[in-house]
């Protein structure tokens, strides 16, 4: 069995801090302009260690991220270093800046992730993504095993797919920078139906409340509405039927209670109502 590879030590004060997220933070190195870490929190090194490796793997089969670099510690956190994107913005910044813009941000990064889910990949390289919320389900500790069996009955039925599956699709987590855009925070990367990852989408968007989306998303909740509005038909179609889209991409947005759940190791109210038609 092939060893992990051992963190090599940085020191900090080389860096500026960036920016932080829910399971760490990041920064930009001083003096060399292509290079950046992403910092885990204290006891997530294992964590850090899985996003490395699959980002690697993500990176060579030419799905569009920041080239992953090797594991850092700074002596208390492991992390990652990335090449870094000069001038980067997310999609959920960009809008916040300029919310009139809503629309054709929305747009674009609908485009981006109609492009991602019909890119197949060799399915031995990832994970299922039922096989993830399975594992999920199971180490999840706020549901009771009456949900949990409605629960996995509802993943056991999703149709099956072998296309990409970014496992964590905020839209603060696809970037761009000139005319080129990036995804990134790939740790949850995984294949199946793209549903599981438009969940997150509509969460973001429409579940989500005001004080978190003012905060993390930096926008108002009537702006991530409207993204909403407008991603949904660019990525379905002016064509499609949005209500009956809406209304199943809403039960996988409450499935995404256990990616929340398991991060911040609290049960979700706000997510979970979205699973009434599942567990009444």
Same mark, same amino acid.
């Given at each position: ?20 997220? /829910? ?5 930009? $190195? =001083?003096?060399?302009? +292509? ?8 006891? =997530?090194?294992?964590?850090? !260690? ?7 793997? @993500? ?6 991220? *920041?080239?992953?670099?090797?594991? @850092? ?45 019909? &890119? ?17 389900? #199971? ?10 069996? =409605?629960?996995? /009955? ?10 990409? %599956? $970014? ?7 696809? %970037?761009?920078?000139?005319? =080129?855009?990036?995804?990134?925070? !790939? ?30 998303? $930096?926008? #108002?909740? +009537? &702006? ?19 209500? /009956? ?7 996988? /947005?409450?499935?995404? &209670? ?5 991060? &911040?190791?609290? *049960?979700? *109210? ?7 038609? %599942?567990?009444?």
């Amino acid at each position: 069995m092939k060893e992990a590879p051992q963190p090599v030590r940085i020191d900090l004060a080389d860096y500026d801090y960036a920016g932080e997220g /829910a399971n760490g933070s990041s920064y930009n $190195h =001083k003096s060399d302009p +292509d290079v950046m870490i992403k910092l885990y929190n204290p006891g =997530k090194g294992e964590q850090a !260690l899985d996003e490395l490796l699959v980002a690697q793997k @993500v990176y060579a089969i030419g799905i569009p991220t *920041p080239e992953p670099g090797e594991l @850092v510690t700074d002596g208390e956190r492991i992390g990652i270093r990335f090449r870094r994107i000069s001038g980067k913005k997310s999609f959920s910044r960009a809008v916040g800046d300029d919310p009139s813009r809503v629309a054709e941000y929305a747009a674009e990064f609908a485009q981006m992730c109609r492009q991602l889910h019909a &890119t197949r990949v060799d399915t031995a390289l990832f994970e299922n993504v039922k096989d993830r919320y399975f594992r999920l389900l #199971e180490q999840n500790p706020f549901f009771t095993p009456e949900e949990k069996e =409605k629960l996995a /009955a509802f993943i056991r039925q999703a149709p099956d797919a072998d296309t990409a %599956i $970014h496992g964590d699709l905020q839209y603060s987590n696809a %970037i761009f920078a000139g005319g =080129k855009r990036y995804f990134i925070d !790939l740790g949850d990367f995984c294949y199946g139906y793209p549903m599981f990852d438009l969940g997150m989408v509509y969460l973001c968007c429409n579940l989500s409340g005001d004080d978190f989306i003012r905060e993390v998303f $930096h926008m #108002e909740k +009537d &702006t991530a509405r409207a993204f909403w509005k407008a991603f949904a038909p660019a990525y379905f179609g002016p064509d499609a039927d949005l209500e /009956a889209l809406e209304a199943e991409v809403r039960l996988y /947005a409450g499935l995404k &209670t256990l990616i929340v759940e398991r991060d &911040t190791r609290c *049960p979700m *109210p706000e997510f979970r109502v979205a699973l009434d038609p %599942i567990l009444k």
